[in-house]
């Protein structure tokens, strides 16, 4: 971490050809139960939960701790069972009911573009625990990670999709990145990717660092950090 932003860490699975998901409408299983378990001590160590609207509305995830026991070590450490949700959504139009705003217990932020604040108040903004925030337009990541440190975020995990991925990398904002690669293929040209095209600054002559590769209950399990540390 630094004064201005947290620590940066994205976590994703995909196949050996580089896909999050199939084509079909049932989410697709890429991680191993180990591997599950490992990601779950991950987003215990870590202030906050990040994806995006399109992660929201396609998965429906609740972003939070599943091992009772990293819950009550949390609460030991004063803090709460499980993380602050970050969503970033230009237009806030995301459903009152999804599970990211009603399960937890450390509330959810939902950081919209500033010409979509006011209807994003209005659909999100009666919610418990839901605070939109205005963050640009469109929307700044630089500005959303300097909003969460002032909140006190230290560590920030991104678990996607893969537009998310793409934009912190794009601009140079991920620290960490945990990739977990599943032992099989989708072969399926719509199935979404882990990042889409762009101009990484991840090149050859500056590329992530690998610090571990292992075997995670079948799945390969690869740490990188940026070259030159934060």
């Known amino acids: 971490m630094t004064a201005e932003r947290p620590r940066v860490i994205l976590s994703c699975a995909v196949s050996l050809d580089g896909r999050i998901d199939d084509a079909s409408p049932d989410r697709l299983r890429l991680s191993s139960e180990a591997d599950f378990d490992e990601v779950d001590e991950l987003r215990a160590s870590c202030d906050a939960i990040l994806v995006g609207a399109g992660t929201v509305r396609a998965d429906n995830p609740r972003l939070l701790v599943r091992s009772p026991e990293r819950q009550r070590r949390r609460r030991a ?5 499980h993380l602050r949700k970050v969503v970033l959504s230009s237009s806030g139009d995301l459903d009152p009911a ?3 705003f ?9 950081y919209v573009a500033d010409g979509a604040r006011a209807a994003a ?3 999100l903004g009666g919610l418990d ?16 990670l300097a909003d969460l440190a002032r909140r006190g975020v230290r560590r ?26 599943a032992p099989f293929f989708v072969g399926d040209a719509d199935a979404p990717r882990f990042v889409h095209p762009g101009a990484f600054p991840q ?7 690998l610090v571990s590769a292992r075997d ?15």
């Open 98 to 100: 999804a599970r990211v």
């Open 129 to 144: 625990g839901v605070e939109v925030v205005a963050a640009g337009q469109p929307v700044r990541l630089d500005t959303v």
């Open 121 to 123: 108040e209005r659909r």
């Open 216 to 230: 995670v209950g079948g799945t390969a399990v690869l740490h990188y950090v940026a070259g030159e540390e934060r």
């Open 102 to 110: 009603t399960t937890g217990d450390a509330g959810c932020l939902v």
């Open 156 to 181: 920030l995990l991104v678990e996607g999709g893969g537009a998310v991925h793409t934009a912190f990398l794009t601009q140079d904002l991920a620290d960490e990145l945990r990739l977990a690669v």
């Open 203 to 209: 090149r050859p002559d500056r590329p992530l660092r």
């Open 77 to 81: 450490e004063g803090r709460t069972a």
